[in-house]
């Protein structure tokens, strides 16, 4: 199989999609699913999986949840710090 490659925003080059992140913001931009680039090829796809459900689906964009490719590093400063509970959506929410 070959080398999907993908070009990130905000990256300069492409980069290996199995070494990237996609990543389910809800409304506030906080991340709340997580999994690793090769196991979809789009954000439909991503999608799809977080959110089986084609209702549920159309609910959450509407509400404005969002599916993003992120490099590891922005994993690591963008969703990371939701799934430790420590991230500023939730404070400016709460
Ligand atoms: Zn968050």
Redesign the pocket.
């Known amino acids: 199989m070959p080398e999907l490659m993908v070009q990130i925003e905000g990256q300069p080059t492409p980069v290996r999609l199995a070494d990237c992140f996609w990543v389910l913001t809800d409304g506030?931009?906080?991340?709340s699913g997580s999994m690793v680039g090769h196991s979809a090829a789009t954000e439909e796809a991503a999608h799809q999986d977080f959110t089986p459900r084609t209702r549920d689906r159309d609910r959450q964009t509407r509400q404005g949840w969002r599916v993003r490719l992120l490099s590891k590093e922005q994993w690591r400063q963008d969703a990371g710090?939701?799934f430790l509970g420590e991230?500023?959506?939730?404070k400016v929410a709460a």
């Open positions: 506030r931009g906080c991340a710090p939701c991230c500023q959506h939730r």
